[in-house]
């Protein structure tokens, strides 16, 4: 067989956002699942990115993307408006309220692969409604590994429509607050025996600035977030967690839990610089040594 012109499709959002901090105020920047997952996964792997943006779209954005080497045959331009959001921190930057939500093109979006994608071997479902993901998933050919990441929107108007796509993935990811939406359990564990039974063989779930566990039927792995001195603007965080452990997942080539550990410390990484400065900002200006560097001294910090 020919290898894939990808090895990893990513499918979400795309946004121009407005963002709030304490500190500072952003408007208009890049923002989107898929735009975060993309530009996170381009140091480690070939990914695709399907989403969809309005003619409106500035030229500098796609030129990032081009940059970073993520290929955009994914990337459909409709007339109409790009997809917008607003939101602000609170004071810890732990909380955020969303201020608005303009859907523009995002709202009659249909995800379609491209040929070539849907020979690739990994999948990330970004957060997009659940039927779309399904969409996106029933155009593949038998890809190797496939994550599924959601919101709360979607545990709280389309669950059914969810839990049958999630059974349908080998891994689930979300944030502990969503496990406990959709279980209705505090204890992340209790969450994550529930949400096994779904199907997936993996539950990640995220814990922000306390870092993730990886659940199975058998174990639990613990990691924490690499501490930062400061950062400037978590939007995004957990999609360059998961975009930057797809790619290095990708990478190997493998899809066993040892492999998924090692890829979590690359995710990790993503996200640490990542959140360092507001949309890819920082991401654009990364390269694979700075990574390799914070790799090695974030395993020194977790050794025991
Ligand atoms: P996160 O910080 O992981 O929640 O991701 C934030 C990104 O998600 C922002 O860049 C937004 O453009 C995008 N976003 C916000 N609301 C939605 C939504 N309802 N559906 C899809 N993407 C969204």
């Known amino acids: 067989m020919t290898k894939p012109v990808v090895d990893l499709t990513i499918v979400g959002s795309i946004g121009i956002d407005t963002i709030e901090t304490p500190t500072e105020k952003r408007e208009e920047i890049l923002g989107g699942s898929v735009s975060y997952a993309c530009a996170a996964a381009s140091f480690f792997a070939h990914a ?6 309005g003619t409106d779209f500035p030229a500098e954005f796609r030129a990032a993307w081009s940059q970073m080497n993520i290929d955009l045959e994914g990337l459909q331009t409709v007339e109409g408006k790009t997809f917008r959001w607003g939101g602000v921190y609170h004071e810890n930057m732990d909380n955020r309220d969303t201020l608005f939500t303009d859907l523009g093109v995002f709202e009659t979006f249909s995800p379609e692969l491209p040929e070539d994608y849907k020979d690739a071997p990994y999948l990330f479902l ?3 409604h659940p039927a779309l993901q399904l969409h996106v998933l029933e155009q593949t050919r038998d890809p190797k590994f496939v994550l599924i990441d ?3 929107l979607w545990i709280n108007i389309a669950k059914d429509d969810l839990a049958k796509v999630i059974g349908k ?3 689930l990811t979300l944030n502990e607050s969503e496990a406990q939406l959709y279980t209705g359990e505090h204890s992340p564990t209790q969450a994550a025996k529930k949400l096994l039974e779904l199907g997936p063989e993996y539950v990640l779930i995220k814990k922000g600035g306390n870092g993730s566990m990886l659940f199975t039927k058998e174990d639990v792995f613990l990691l924490h977030a690499y501490p930062l001195d400061d950062f400037k603007d978590p939007t995004g965080a957990g999609d360059t967690f998961a975009g930057g ?4 997942l ?5 899809t066993d839990k040892e492999a998924i550990r090692q890829a979590m410390v690359y995710g990790s990484v993503a996200a ?3 959140v360092e400065e507001f949309s890819l900002e920082r991401l654009v200006k990364l390269d694979r040594d700075e990574i390799e560097i914070r790799v090695a001294e974030f395993k020194e910090m977790c050794r025991i």
């Open 150 to 152: 959601t919101m709360d």
């Open 272 to 274: 640490s610089f990542g």
């Open 169 to 171: 993935c080998d891994m």
């Open 126 to 128: 970004g957060n997009i």
């Open 250 to 254: 990708a990478a190997s080539g493998k």
């Open 48 to 53: 695709g990115m399907v989403g969809v943006v």
């Open 245 to 248: 452990l797809m790619g290095a």
